[in-house]
């Protein structure tokens, strides 16, 4: 993706969808977390730029280490005060696991959609069978489709709430 924020909207889909099942916040954190190491190496002029993480092992080990991260601030939290933001501290552990593994692995469909340089299957193979397997636009739109699906959804749920 050109910018990881268009990751998010599959996020809010799903949670509009399944809002007792999945964290939105894990699903965005990892997304963030992957896209770390290009940023790196494109500061860096490093080539390729889509590396171990975004692949299906390395993506899976960052949403693995999402949730350790999770538990350690749930940790933290009993001793020290941290700001309860979004009610991340209601969050179960299973909420938290499937987001990130969700937000983990379909930033790696994404990216493989869109990037030449991206080895989802390596270290097992190089292929990348998804590139260009439908037109960016197609991808943009798709991405923005589901965030809009997600507000609206999020939004028709409160309001059935209230």
Known sequence: M??????????????AAAPRHVSFL????????IDVESVYNL????????VFFHTYLGAALLAGFTVLLFLLA?????????PNFYHWQQLTLLQVSIGALLGALSHVVFDSIMHADI???????DENVLYEIF???YL?????FFGVL???GVYVRKADEG
Not at 43 to 50: D, E, G, L, N, S
């Open 2 to 15: 050109p910018v990881t924020p268009f990751h998010f909207g599959l996020g809010a889909a799903l949670k």
């Open 26 to 33: 894990s699903f965005s954190a990892v997304n963030v977390f």
């Open 43 to 50: 500061m860096h002029a490093r080539f390729p730029v889509h």
């Open 74 to 82: 749930r940790w933290c939290a009993r001793r020290f005060y941290l």
């Open 119 to 125: 080895r989802p299957l390596h270290p097992y193979s």
């Open 135 to 137: 037109p960016l636009m």
């Open 140 to 144: 943009h739109l798709l991405c923005v």
């Open 150 to 152: 997600g507000v609206i």
